[in-house]
C-alpha cells in the first residue's frame, strides 16, 4: 500500500515539474511615462502583459505619493536637493508571448519622450520619461530600442529623446487606490497621447491617438483658413465621449469647428508640438496654431472661458470675466429694433428675443424676458449693494443685472451690457 502511495506521488510531484518546466517565467522591467494612471492602461492593453503596477522609482525620498510631491515643491523653490521618484509601472509579461523590444515599442509608442522633466502639463521630474532595468540584458535591449525609435523620430522632425535609462536602484508599489485607477473611475485623467511616431516594425497601437476611419488628417479645402477648431479624439477616451455630448452636439458658435482621429494636423497646417492626451481642441488661424485646449473634465465654463479669450476683444473680457460694465449709452446694439435674436457672443445660444427689448433709458439695452434656460441668476453684494447678477447659462460670462422694475408682464428688466451680446437677425430681415 505504501509503495502505490509512493509512486503515486513520485508521479503527482513529476507533473508539476514538467508542467512548471513548460511555462514561461514571467519577466519585469519598470517604466516611467508620466502620470502612471494612463500609463498603466496602455501597457495593460498590450498581449502578453501578465500585470501593471503603479509605483514611485530610483529617488532618493520615502516613496509616498505625499513624499514624492512635496520633495518635488521643494525642487522647484530651491528648498531641497537630491533626486524625486518617478511616476512609473512596473510591468510584469510573459517572454513566450511577448518579447522585451514589443514592450519598449508600447512604451515608446504611448508616450513623448521628448519632453525631459514632465509629459505634457504633468510637469516635474517626477513625470519624467524612464526605463529602469534589472540586468544587464535588459539595460542593452532599452538602449538599442532607443536608438532605433530615435532615428524614427529624427526622420519625423522631432527632437532627441530624453529619457533615462539606469538601472533600477529603488521602487515602491504606489498607495492602493492608485492601483487601476482607471478601471476604477473610467472617467479620469490619462494624459498620454504618444508622439505620433510609429516604432519601426511594431504594428499600430490599438488604443493610441491615431487615425481610424477615415485614417487621415481633415482637408483643409473643407476648413476655414481663417480661424478653425479641431477636436483631436481617440477611439477609446471617456472624455472625448463626453465633450462631445455636453460640447459638440450643442455647438451653435460662430466659429468653425471639426473632429478627427488623426494625431496629425492637415496638409500645410502646423502643430506647435505633439498631441499628448485626447481630447484636445486647437485653435489654428491662417494654418498655424494659436492656442490649445487639453484634456476635458466636464469644466464647460472653464472651456468657453479659454475660447472666448481668443474670441472676444479686450473690452468683452473684462465685461465677461471679471464682471466688468460698459459705460451707458457706449454699448452695443442699444438701438437695434430689427426682428431677431440676442446671443451668447462665444458660444452663439440665443439669450433674448428683439420683441422683448425695451428702452429703459439707462443707456444700456434692456429687456423685459430672456429666453427659457437662457440665464442663471447670482446674488451681488459688490460696491456695497445687493443685486442680482445674470451669467449666460452656456458659457458662463457676466451679462448684467436683473431689476424689477421693468414692464409688463414680467415686471422685470434685465440691464445688459451690449457689448456681450450678437445680433443675428432673422431670416429676410
Same mark, same amino acid.
Given at each position: 500500500?505504501?509503495?502505490?502511495?509512493n509512486r503515486l506521488f513520485a508521479w503527482f510531484a513529476g507533473l508539476v515539474l514538467f508542467m512548471i518546466a513548460g511555462s514561461s517565467a514571467a519577466d519585469s522591467i519598470v517604466l516611467g511615462m508620466g502620470c502612471f494612471w494612463g500609463a498603466e492602461k496602455r501597457m495593460a492593453e498590450l498581449p502578453g502583459v501578465i500585470d501593471v503596477e503603479?509605483?514611485?522609482a530610483n529617488g532618493d525620498v520615502p516613496g509616498t505619493y505625499e513624499a514624492v510631491l512635496a520633495?518635488?515643491?521643494?525642487?522647484?523653490?530651491?528648498?531641497?536637493?537630491?533626486?524625486?521618484?518617478?511616476?512609473?509601472?512596473?510591468?510584469?509579461f510573459d517572454p513566450g508571448k511577448v518579447s522585451?523590444?514589443?514592450?519598449l515599442a508600447r512604451f515608446w509608442e504611448s508616450h513623448d519622450p521628448t519632453q525631459g522633466d514632465r509629459q505634457g502639463n504633468d510637469i516635474g521630474s517626477n513625470y519624467r520619461s524612464a526605463i529602469y532595468t534589472v540586468s544587464a540584458a535588459q539595460l542593452a535591449v532599452a538602449q538599442q530600442t532607443r536608438e532605433i525609435y530615435q532615428a524614427a523620430l529624427k526622420a519625423a522632425g522631432r527632437a532627441a529623446i530624453t529619457t533615462e535609462i539606469a538601472p533600477l536602484k529603488a521602487y515602491f508599489k504606489a498607495e492602493e487606490y492608485h492601483q487601476d485607477y482607471l478601471k476604477k473611475n473610467p472617467d479620469g485623467y490619462c494624459g498620454l497621447g504618444g508622439a505620433g511616431v510609429k516604432y519601426p516594425g511594431s504594428k499600430p497601437s490599438a488604443k493610441a491617438v491615431r487615425p481610424s476611419s477615415p485614417a487621415k488628417p481633415p482637408d483643409p479645402k473643407t476648413l476655414n483658413a481663417k480661424r478653425q477648431l479641431i477636436v483631436f479624439e481617440a477611439e477609446d477616451c471617456a472624455y472625448c465621449k463626453r465633450f462631445k455630448a455636453e460640447i459638440l452636439d450643442g455647438w451653435t458658435a460662430e466659429v468653425a469647428i471639426a473632429r478627427t482621429m488623426s494625431a496629425e494636423s492637415p496638409a500645410g497646417w502646423t502643430l506647435e508640438k505633439s498631441l499628448?492626451?485626447?481630447?484636445?481642441?486647437?485653435?489654428?488661424?491662417?494654418?498655424?496654431? $494659436?492656442?490649445?485646449? #487639453? %484634456?476635458?473634465?466636464?469644466?464647460?465654463?472653464?472651456?468657453?472661458?479659454?475660447?472666448?479669450?481668443?474670441?472676444?476683444?479686450?473690452?468683452q473680457r473684462k465685461i465677461a470675466f471679471e464682471q466688468g460694465t460698459e459705460h451707458p449709452g457706449t454699448g452695443s446694439h442699444l438701438d437695434e429694433k430689427r426682428p431677431g435674436t440676442? $446671443?451668447?457672443?462665444? #458660444? %452663439?445660444?440665443?439669450?433674448?428675443?428683439?420683441?422683448?427689448?425695451?428702452n429703459s433709458g439707462t443707456g444700456w439695452p434692456s429687456f423685459f424676458n430672456p429666453l427659457p434656460g437662457a440665464l442663471t441668476e447670482h446674488v451681488d453684494n459688490s460696491?456695497?449693494?445687493r443685486r442680482v447678477e445674470v451669467r449666460s447659462a452656456s458659457s458662463g460670462i457676466h451679462l448684467g443685472h436683473v431689476f424689477n422694475d421693468g414692464p409688463p408682464p414680467t415686471g422685470k428688466r434685465y440691464c445688459i451690457n451690449g457689448n456681450v451680446l450678437k445680433f443675428v437677425p432673422d431670416a429676410g430681415k
Open positions: 500500500m505504501n509503495a502505490c502511495r503603479s509605483g514611485y520633495h518635488e515643491k521643494r525642487l522647484k523653490a530651491g528648498k531641497a536637493g537630491g533626486r524625486n521618484h518617478a511616476e512609473v509601472v512596473k510591468v510584469s522585451l523590444e514589443q514592450v499628448f492626451a485626447t481630447p484636445t481642441i486647437v485653435l489654428f488661424e491662417g494654418g498655424k496654431e $494659436v492656442s490649445r485646449y #487639453t %484634456g476635458y473634465n466636464g469644466d464647460k465654463a472653464r472651456f468657453w472661458k479659454w475660447l472666448g479669450f481668443h474670441l472676444l476683444s479686450p473690452e440676442f $446671443v451668447d457672443p462665444i #458660444t %452663439g445660444a440665443a439669450l433674448f428675443r428683439s420683441d422683448t427689448k425695451f460696491h456695497g449693494m
